[in-house]
């Protein structure tokens, strides 16, 4: 298999080239390291999310944008449809990276995950990368710094001037792209965590509302979370039935039907409170190769409307 590093840098190589007509910007860190601003001083916009979103997943999977409705409102979607989910959505797209240090807080995605492999699903799946560059998207409303920089490159074992960090706020337009992009991700992990092979799962495609871009972070997070719990799709296709398809969407959990705002505030924004399966999109087609095809959840406009300030 190619390494996803690679084909993940060369669509960076892309960003850099046009960053202007992206509404993005570029700068080196005294380490050497690459900042790409995607949403934190920059504005971004539709294109950057779309091209941030390939990156995310390594070139390995297909976003695209269109308008649909919610309720009387135009609002936009974002699909994601791959034939490689195990590696794109969950090696890569994932956000599994908690970059943390003294001077900085962020949820990292991206290919450089797969120079660590140390999550679960790198073992699930049987794969680790080797390349001499990385990259790392990271959710964030700090500028990133050197030390940040040099935790991914110290345990993705690259030099400092290899590391490429494209920042952005989930309060941005790429921020409410990349997320609404996540629902096939969510479907395919949340399968992968009742225990189903991942490497049976053929094809995924997810499509889910935009968030309007809100005025804070917190408000952000919970609506870009709503977007796909509450109005979030995904169809795969898979290999083998299970017993287990219908614990998929977000529906299916008990806590389900609260917007998350509420939800992360009776927590006190504690993510980990938070149960892991209501991270999943609201309805789930399964469709068994040689066998039946079943609808599982529903979405909830009237709740996503509120949630957005419809």
């Known amino acids: 298999m190619e390494s996803l590093n690679r084909m993940a840098i060369e669509l960076v190589d892309e960003a850099l080239d046009y960053a202007e007509e992206l509404n993005i910007g570029g700068y080196d860190l005294e380490n050497e390291s690459t900042v790409l601003d995607f949403g934190l001083e920059f504005e971004g916009g539709i294109e950057a999310g779309l091209l941030l979103t390939e990156i995310q997943t390594a070139g390995m999977a297909t976003p695209s944008y269109d308008l649909g409705e919610l309720g009387d409102a135009s609002i936009p979607f974002v699909e994601l449809s791959t034939d490689q989910p195990a590696l794109s959505l969950l090696c890569s797209q994932k956000a599994g990276w908690e970059l943390t240090t003294d001077d900085f807080e962020g949820l990292g995605s991206g290919p450089a995950r797969a120079l660590v492999a140390e999550e679960a699903e790198f073992r699930r799946v049987g794969y680790t990368d080797a390349f001499d560059l990385t990259a790392l998207a990271v959710e964030t409303d700090e500028e990133p710094t050197e030390a940040a920089a040099k935790q991914v490159a110290d345990l993705a074992e690259v030099e400092p001037s290899s590391v490429f960090l494209l920042a952005y706020r989930t309060a941005s337009i790429v921020g409410s792209i990349t997320n609404a992009a996540r629902a096939a991700e969510l479907a395919t992990f949340r399968l992968a965590e009742l225990g189903y092979d991942p490497l049976d799962i053929v094809s995924a495609t997810g499509r889910a509302p935009v968030a309007p871009v809100a005025g804070d972070e917190r408000t952000a997070i919970a609506r870009?979370?709503?977007?796909?719990?509450?109005?979030?799709?995904?169809?795969?296709?898979?290999?083998?039935?299970?017993?287990?398809?219908?614990?998929?969407?977000?529906?299916?959990?008990?806590?389900?039907?609260?917007?998350?705002?509420?939800?992360?505030?009776?927590?006190?924004?504690?993510?980990?409170?938070?149960?892991?399966?209501?991270?999943?999109?609201?309805?789930?087609?399964?469709?068994?190769?040689?066998?039946?095809?079943?609808?599982?959840?529903?979405?909830?406009?009237?709740?996503?409307?509120?949630?957005?300030?419809?």
């Open 224 to 310: 870009t979370t709503d977007a796909i719990a509450y109005g979030g799709r995904a169809h795969l296709t898979v290999r083998e039935d299970a017993d287990i398809f219908d614990s998929v969407p977000s529906t299916a959990v008990e806590k389900h039907g609260r917007p998350f705002a509420d939800v992360f505030d009776d927590l006190e924004w504690e993510f980990e409170e938070v149960p892991s399966d209501l991270f999943a999109p609201a309805t789930v087609t399964i469709d068994v190769i040689g066998g039946p095809t079943r609808v599982y959840g529903e979405t909830d406009e009237e709740l996503l409307a509120d949630s957005f300030g419809l």
